[in-house]
């Protein structure tokens, strides 16, 4: 029967024999998947495991500091922390057509998180690359057993021949719900192992229109308010995933106090769903969505609406990139 205490033990076990005393690297992408695969090759052989975080600037308020701080404290895992997110935002200047701004995001990444690879390498000779891969991924992908690739979370073909490192996938065998109880049982931090699935582009996608500083700090914001509010009504585990979308190049009149003003939409994204393929529009209740939106529009003087999304999916997808 399963049993997440069987699991690790299971699974340390293995990844013990497979890494013997080699040195192995892992990217955390601030997800569950990577963050659990970490831990729990972290749990087989200690010190001999590095993680490079590439901070990209397109995650929501706090999920950083979490990758930095929480996750690090609860695993004792040693982190390289690589700061791109001059690098990644002057990438995607004046860029808004959707498949650009995702090639451009995993061209990126790809190059950082190599260079990244390349100093760890240099100090510690790397052997072995540990990915986040589930079940759903393998069935998706076919199956097949690559080279590394990164692909779930980062929509990149793969490094380069010198970098060939062979790959650790301790959740091959996993659905999401087992990942997260495996990471409770590491002793993640519960907003990591929680956390709602995001895509590798992050809020890159979630900005309809060019991505800047200005417009990632205001989308932050709002997305940051509908998060607490989903949390305190106690309806995490009810939605799938909630995307909140920033309709940058909209502009709509409203007033406020004595004034007009002219600011922006967000459109307020809640779903529910199995498996992502298909899903629909989360019946929140009112008096959520009413809260979400009074405290967007006093809290974020840039937007003055908020529109609810009550489009299935098909044929709407569940980002509106
Ligand atoms: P859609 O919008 O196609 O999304 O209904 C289905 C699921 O995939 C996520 N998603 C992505 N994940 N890179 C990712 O890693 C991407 O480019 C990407 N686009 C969408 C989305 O959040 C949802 O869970």
Redesign the pocket.
Known sequence: TWNTGNIIDDQVAVIRERVGDAQVLCALSGGVDSAVAAALVHRAIGDQLTCVFVDHGLLRAGEAEQVEKDYVSATGIRLKVVDAEDRFLGALKDVSDPEQK?KIIGREFIRVFEEAAREVDAERHIEFLVQGTLYPDVVESGGGTGTANIK????VGGLPDDLKFQLVEPLRTLFKDEVRALGAALGLPEEIVMRH?????GLA?RIIGAVDRERLDVLRAADKIAREELTAAGLDRDV??F?VVLLADVRSVGVQGDGRTYGHPVVLRPVSSDD??T?DWSRLPYDVIARISTRITNEVSEVNRVVLDVTS?PPG???WE
């Open positions: 995702r779930s979370h980062h929509n699935p995001f895509p590798g582009p996608i799938w995933q995307p992502a393929m899903a999916k997808t569940i980002e």
